[in-house]
């Protein structure tokens, strides 16, 4: 008798649910929490990878700038140290994304991306940052027959605009890259994506930004913040904080600067990780060149493999929550975990009888354009970036460089940018948010489901440039 296949749910027994990138024994003790006042040039709010490149930077523009940063939990304990570990190069999530939105602009923001990138590696090499860094690029992968189409319309798009760095990989190309029976075709981004381990770049910031002299307090909120003559107040639980200027890196979290709420919707993402494959199950995969993939369908799949050979597994479902709310009881997620675990082994059947070690999920900062946008708040003394949409691990520093210009009051290459001088469009006020984000995620269902084809509903979002994206 032929041995039972095993139900994919029972992979998820032994799974511990906790983010595997904090699991970590390398993790820092955390830092006190304010008691009093303090006062300073310029206050950090938030300890992710936003508000850690802002201080870094600040530091290193201005040795002698005296940079406080407050964070409410742990730093890298949100976004930052729950992604994925893709470091793209992109600033405007994807090159399709930014063609749509500012084309005018496109050469130049792929051109600030690739330097960003680049620079994000050479201060990981100054600091001594080990985050696992290894720059394997990242392919997208068409698992539908429409998809192909538009993976080789793509390739030859980015040919056109003189974009390079991209390759179209057939089915028998990709496959002596990755071995799956649901992958068809893909495009290689060769140049511009990064593999890392994200609490560890957190958590090497974090290092980076006190041995440079800015002082880090955990554990605590700003709570409200006020101008006054000399600058802004920041309140704290047991204390404020006084600073001539203000950067505000709080992502999914309810900003200090009320106006600004509407532009985000905070969504849930989730991930799994497989425990370790051993020799014969890495064979069965190939993946030696050990890129990031992600599939090109609306609900997609994002997956990587570790140094350590696990398989990091996440995406496809978005999970808003009515009233924007972000709390600790939305990070897991089983109907979604259960739903991961079955679409992983129709991808790899090859790797059945693997077990997953680890589940978890967290808020990511949605905004209706997919990217970052930028501003400032109480007569410039306050500059904030959100909205980066899942993909701010890199772009986190081109947005403390913006906010550092904004508050500098220069006029950069970056300043000048459509892109930072424009806002997306705010989000609906309840329960008309809820109604649309739902009517999005059935739409954009029915369009992997036929063929692509996109309803007049969705056709409508394209129109206004009102999107909604994991």
């Known amino acids: 008798m032929a041995a039972r296949a095993m139900n994919p749910v029972q992979a998820l027994s032994y799974a511990a649910p906790r983010p595997y990138w904090l699991d970590d024994p390398s993790r820092p003790e955390a830092l006190p929490a304010l008691v009093g006042d303090e006062h300073c040039d310029l206050l950090v709010v938030g300890g992710g990878y936003s508000g850690l490149w802002t201080a870094l930077l600040a530091k290193e523009r201005d040795p002698g700038r005296d940079v406080v940063l407050i964070e ?15 470091c ?14 500012w084309p005018d602009e496109l050469t130049t923001l792929h051109k600030l991306g690739l330097q960003n990138l680049d620079d994000i590696e050479a201060t990981l090499t100054r600091h001594g940052i080990d985050c696992d860094f290894e720059r394997t690029g990242e392919i997208d992968i068409a698992t539908a027959p429409h998809q192909v189409h538009e993976l080789q319309e793509a390739a030859e798009e980015l040919e056109a605009l003189g974009i390079t760095g ?36 957190a958590w090497g910031l974090k290092r980076a930004c006190t041995e440079l002299g800015v002082r880090i307090y955990e554990h605590t909120p700003g709570t409200e913040l006020s101008s ?27 900003s200090l600067v009320k106006r600004v709420r509407p532009y985000i919707a905070p969504v849930y993402d989730y991930a799994l990780m497989t425990e370790p494959l051993n020799a014969e199950q890495l064979d069965a995969v190939g993946w030696k060149g050990r890129q990031g993939l992600g599939d090109a369908a609306n609900h997609f799949h994002y997956f990587r493999i ?15 929550h009515y009233g924007g709310g972000v709390r600790t009881e939305y990070d897991h997620h089983p109907a ?3 739903k991961l675990a079955e679409h992983f082994f129709r991808c790899f059947p090859q790797l059945e009888g693997v077990r997953f070690t680890h589940t978890w999920g967290g808020a990511i ?21 959100l909205g980066y949409t899942g993909l701010g691990v890199g772009a986190t520093r081109f947005g403390a460089d913006v ?9 950069t290459e970056r300043t000048e940018l459509e892109m930072v001088r424009s806002k997306p469009l705010p989000f609906p006020p309840e329960p008309v948010r809820s109604m649309g984000i739902g009517i999005t995620q059935w739409s954009m269902t029915k369009a992997d489901e036929n063929g692509g084809r996109r309803n007049l509903w969705l056709k409508a979002m394209d129109k206004v440039g009102l999107g909604f994206d994991s």
Request: proline share 4%.
């Open 306 to 320: 570790t140094p350590d050979h696990r398989i990091l597994w996440g995406g496809y479902d978005i999970v808003y």
């Open 403 to 411: 906010m550092l210009d904004l508050l500098s009051g220069e006029r």
């Open 88 to 101: 793209s190069a992109s600033l405007t999530h994807g090159w399709a994304n930014g063609a749509a939105r």
């Open 228 to 254: 006054r003559a000399a600058g802004i107040a920041v309140r704290t639980p047991y204390g404020r904080v006084y600073a001539r200027h203000a950067a505000l890196g709080t992502n999914a979290f309810p």
């Open 365 to 385: 900062d949605t905004c209706s354009r997919f990217s970052a946008f930028f501003g400032t708040a109480h007569g410039g003394k306050v500059a904030y970036a």
């Open 166 to 201: 991209y390759e179209y990989l057939g089915r028998e190309a990709l496959g002596a890259e990755v071995h799956s029976p649901t992958f068809l075709a893909g495009l290689w981004d060769r140049d511009g994506v990064a593999m890392l381990h994200p609490a560890r770049l």
């Open 72 to 86: 409410a939990q742990e730093t890298g304990w949100a976004a930052s140290g729950r992604n994925g570990g893709f």
């Open 336 to 338: 979604t975990y259960q």
